[in-house]
């Protein structure tokens, strides 16, 4: 059922409470997502964005009982990833007429997934679709935000920035609107989705929000492509972005790790327990990255000035839940933040030297070669885990 979002334009999406993971099983959404879609209603009629495959059926079909698939006149793709643009085989089987504007990628990324010979428009920065009455959507591309296909949409008038991913959250929610909702879970959703899809490409969500901003466009409303559309002072988001684009950290310390029979896990608590004991204010948090959501241990990453990493050694190695949350770090790459390798062995104990390599490849900043410990600690070598975990603190 479509929803009013503001004047001539309509909410058509599908929101998706059932979603427990996306992009496979890469990113946790507790609180389900949406796959926003919006029709413009000029004097010309445009679809922008679809929705997730799997709701193409229900989606067409939606769009048909609105009375809106026959009056269709034009589609803007704003992003051929498959949860925008899973519906375009259904919506061009029913309507293979309607002309799709796009990027120079997204007709890469559309094709190369569907394989359809659709009737594809090129758009670049600037250009602009008149919709009727006076008003134009104008074209942003916006590369790599997060696909080199991604682009923004202007609705000209309303001053509506359709920005697909960016901005947005997975977030299911039945009020369409950022002032109608659970500010926490809201603000929540928003840093995750940062952390864990844009931190890699924060020096061009910095130059695009300056490019944006510098273009001195009104902004009434950011209509995004998941979770809800900021209405209520919508540059507060993009404000928040710039924070977050800049090496972003408080007065946190994160502590990942995994054990086999606890030594590497007091470890880490003792760690903990000293970074507090010499920082007070320091925010510690600790994952079991076996056991965590390791998106939501990301998020922590993403929020820490430093972070300590453990393993014990198997094999002359660490275990596979340190190396997988690692290998997820390192394509983050994150900047400015201070780190540490831990670990318990019995034998040969080169599992501090595995997490060093791979934590300096990632772009940390090491404070020295690690610490560890043979065997199951004892209250002397605890003790000096506290004290390494105040060194680090104060690193
Ligand atoms: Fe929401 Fe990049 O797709």
Request: proline residues 3%; glycine residues 8%; contains cysteine.
């Given at each position: 059922?479509?929803?009013?979002?503001?004047?001539?334009?309509?909410?058509?999406?599908?929101?998706?409470?059932?979603?427990?993971?996306?992009?496979?099983?890469?990113?946790?959404?507790?609180?389900?997502?949406?796959?926003?879609?919006?029709?413009?209603?000029?004097?010309?009629?445009?679809?922008?964005?679809?929705?997730?495959?799997?709701?193409?059926?229900?989606?067409?079909?939606?769009?048909?009982?609105?009375?809106?698939?026959?009056?269709?006149?034009?589609?803007?793709?704003?992003?051929?990833?498959?949860?925008?643009?899973?519906?375009?085989?259904?919506?061009?089987?029913?309507?293979?007429?309607?002309?799709?504007?796009?990027?120079?990628?997204?007709?890469?990324?559309?094709?190369?997934?569907?394989?359809?010979?659709?009737?594809?428009?090129?758009?670049?920065?600037?250009?602009?679709?008149?919709?009727?009455?006076?008003?134009?959507?104008?074209?942003?591309?916006?590369?790599?935000?997060?696909?080199?296909?991604?682009?923004?949409?202007?609705?000209?008038?309303?001053?509506?920035?359709?920005?697909?991913?960016?901005?947005?959250?997975?977030?299911?929610?039945?009020?369409?609107?950022?002032?109608?909702?659970?500010?926490?879970?809201?603000?929540?959703?928003?840093?995750?989705?940062?952390?864990?899809?844009?931190?890699?490409?924060?020096?061009?969500?910095?130059?695009?929000?300056?490019?944006?901003?510098?273009?001195?466009?009104?902004?009434?409303?950011?209509?995004?492509?998941?979770?809800?559309?900021?209405?209520?002072?919508?540059?507060?988001?993009?404000?928040?972005?710039?924070?977050?684009?800049?090496?972003?950290?408080?007065?946190?310390?994160?502590?990942?790790?995994?054990?086999?029979?606890?030594?590497?896990r007091r470890l880490a608590e003792e760690i903990g327990k000293g970074i507090v004991?010499?920082?007070?204010?320091?925010?510690?948090?600790?994952?079991?990255?076996?056991?965590?959501?390791?998106?939501?241990?990301?998020?922590?990453?993403?929020?820490?000035?430093?972070?300590?990493?453990?393993?014990?050694?198997?094999?002359?190695?660490?275990?596979?839940?340190?190396?997988?949350?690692?290998?997820?770090?390192?394509?983050?790459?994150?900047?400015?933040?201070?780190?540490?390798?831990?670990?318990?062995?019995?034998?040969?104990?080169?599992?501090?030297?595995?997490?060093?390599?791979?934590?300096?490849?990632?772009?940390?900043?090491?404070?020295?070669?690690?610490?560890?410990?043979?065997?199951?600690?004892?209250?002397?070598?605890?003790?000096?885990?506290?004290a390494y975990g105040a060194s680090l603190?104060?690193?």
């Amino acid at each position: 059922m479509k929803k009013l979002v503001s004047n001539n334009v309509h909410w058509v999406g599908k929101i998706d409470w059932e979603l427990r993971t996306f992009h496979g099983e890469e990113y946790s959404t507790h609180r389900g997502s949406s796959y926003n879609s919006y029709v413009v209603q000029e004097e010309k009629t445009v679809l922008i964005d679809t929705v997730w495959m799997p709701f193409a059926k229900e989606f067409v079909d939606n769009l048909e009982s609105e009375g809106l698939l026959a009056k269709l006149d034009y589609i803007v793709a704003n992003h051929g990833e498959v949860d925008h643009s899973g519906a375009l085989p259904e919506l061009m089987r029913r309507r293979p007429d309607l002309p799709i504007y796009c990027t120079a990628n997204a007709v890469k990324s559309i094709k190369g997934q569907y394989h359809g010979d659709w009737d594809f428009h090129v758009v670049k920065t600037g250009d602009k679709l008149p919709v009727g009455n006076g008003k134009d959507l104008v074209f942003i591309e916006a590369p790599m935000l997060h696909w080199p296909d991604s682009m923004f949409s202007y609705l000209t008038g309303d001053a509506i920035l359709f920005s697909n991913d960016a901005f947005g959250q997975h977030y299911a929610s039945e009020y369409l609107f950022n002032d109608l909702v659970d500010q926490d879970e809201l603000w929540e959703e928003c840093v995750k989705y940062y952390a864990n899809i844009l931190t890699p490409f924060s020096a061009l969500v910095k130059a695009k929000i300056e490019q944006v901003v510098g273009l001195g466009l009104p902004v009434n409303m950011i209509a995004t492509s998941h979770g809800i559309i900021w209405r209520k002072d919508p540059l507060q988001i993009v404000n928040k972005y710039m924070e977050w684009a800049q090496d972003y950290q408080e007065d946190r310390i994160t502590i990942l790790y995994d054990s086999m029979w606890g030594a590497t896990r007091r470890l880490a608590e003792e760690i903990g327990k000293g970074i507090v004991e010499a920082s007070p204010a320091t925010d510690v948090r600790l994952h079991n990255v076996a056991r965590s959501d390791k998106n939501d241990a990301i998020t922590d990453v993403f929020k820490s000035r430093a972070i300590a990493v453990g393993s014990p050694t198997v094999n002359k190695g660490i275990l596979s839940a340190t190396a997988g949350i690692l290998e997820e770090i390192k394509g983050l790459h994150f900047k400015n933040k201070k780190a540490a390798a831990f670990g318990a062995y019995g034998w040969s104990g080169e599992g501090n030297k595995v997490i060093c390599a791979t934590l300096k490849d990632a772009g940390f900043e090491l404070v020295d070669e690690g610490f560890k410990a043979l065997w199951l600690p004892e209250e002397d070598i605890l003790a000096q885990a506290r004290a390494y975990g105040a060194s680090l603190a104060k690193a």
